[in-house]
């Protein structure tokens, strides 16, 4: 019993029409929205005080990225390989509207060995502390590191501090920082 | 784009006969599925009807009102004319931007190179490496307040003092560069827009 767009047709009488019409408007119903496990899916339920406004939205896997043409009309959010991404309506003049991915597929709080989140534009981005002159390599692994901040931790906070990148390892040196002193450091790189 | 004028909601009246309003109300299944089909799974799939395929949020110029135990969820258009994603907590709180300017055109992984994306309130974020060339390009232009910058020498080479910064910009306001002295660093740089 689906919802069915073609009917009511001409010839058959109300007796054969009105189940396929109480279908259609069961259907709809049922399919605007949805409950399991008490969660609602998609739409708050038709007759509900919400009616029409959204509860828990599923986006499917649209595998490719929607095109938006019109440059003032509207923001597009979509599901591509289990990440959210948005694009923004195309410029009149200047760049092109690239997709742009808003999550990441992982997000570390455990703080072991280090602290990871995402930035828009699919950049992860990484805390923790590191200990001069060892490398520390990143997880999730980056395909390209590109940029590493590090600061003193402690104690004398005019250590000088510089990082070295290899790959998606880096490395913090320090001049006049005694052996085995860490820094904290933030590191952001690409997916 | 045309607008359809199809769906009647005003059908079928009482006294209409038969063949008036079989049409009538084929005409509104068709349009619910068509408008239905715009944005979510058809009606009439066999695997995850009325879930959604895409989010269009049209560009809207008010503030959505929200009632307790909601966040709206909407776009419009920021101050730098890009359209963004727009949240709005419970309560009528204030909105913010969630999205911003795109941000991946720049994401060009080159050594010297800058790279931006944005953090919810409208903050803009530029990191990376740059090389000894004195300043660093905060683009796209749109940058009206430095709000923080660290930066941290490349290398192992590290004489001289952590960089003195002056700004550049141009005659709107709108941060052009950010000078520095001529060495290697990694940085991240906070502006608002």
Not at chain 2, 93 to 107: A, C, D, P, R
Request: net charge neutral; aromatic share 12%; with cysteine.
């Amino acid at each position: 019993m689906t919802y069915d767009p073609t009917i009511p047709q001409g010839e058959p009488s109300p007796a054969v029409q009105q189940p396929e019409v109480q279908t259609n408007f069961s259907q709809f119903a049922s399919v605007f929205s949805s409950t399991s496990g008490g969660v609602i899916y998609n739409h708050s339920a038709l007759n509900s005080a919400n009616q029409g406004k959204h509860e828990a939205i599923l986006l499917q896997d649209v595998v490719t990225h929607p095109t938006i043409l019109n440059p003032n009309g509207y923001i597009a959010l979509y599901n591509v390989a289990g990440q959210i991404n948005v694009r923004i309506p195309v410029f009149n003049r200047g760049p092109p509207n690239v997709p742009m991915g808003l999550t990441a597929p992982t997000v570390n709080t455990s703080g072991t060995p280090n602290y990871q989140s995402f930035l828009a534009g699919s950049y992860i981005v990484y805390w923790g502390k590191a200990v001069k002159g060892t490398p520390i390599s990143l997880s999730p692994v980056p395909s390209s590191l590109v940029s590493v901040i590090a600061l003193p931790n402690s104690g004398n906070n005019l250590y000088d501090i510089g990082a070295s990148i290899s790959g998606s390892t880096f490395t913090l040196n320090s001049v006049n920082a005694p052996g085995g002193y860490q820094f904290s450091f933030m590191a952001i790189g690409l997916q | 784009m045309s607008i359809p004028i199809n769906y009647n909601p005003n059908i079928p009246r009482p006294k209409d006969k038969f063949n008036t309003s079989q049409p009538q109300m084929l005409q509104n299944f068709a349009s619910l599925y068509a408008a239905f089909a715009k944005n979510h799974v058809p009606l009439d799939a066999t695997n995850n009807p009325g879930n959604h395929n895409v989010i269009e949020l049209t560009n809207q110029t008010e503030q959505f009102q929200t009632s307790a135990g909601e966040i709206s969820a909407y776009s419009k258009t920021l101050p730098s004319k890009a359209l963004a994603l727009f949240l709005r907590y419970q309560g009528n709180q204030s909105e913010f931007s969630y999205t911003n300017y795109q941000t991946q055109i720049f994401k060009t992984p080159n050594v010297n190179s800058t790279y931006v994306t944005y953090l919810p309130g409208n903050m803009i974020c530029y990191f990376g490496e740059c090389g000894n060339v004195g300043y660093v390009e905060l683009k796209p232009f749109i940058s009206k307040n430095l709000v923080t910058a660290i930066f941290t020498r490349l290398g192992t080479n590290l004489s001289g003092n952590p960089p003195d910064i002056t700004l550049e910009k141009d005659s709107d306001g709108i941060i052009q560069k950010v000078l520095i002295d001529k060495f290697f660093y990694f940085f991240f740089i906070l502006t608002n827009a």
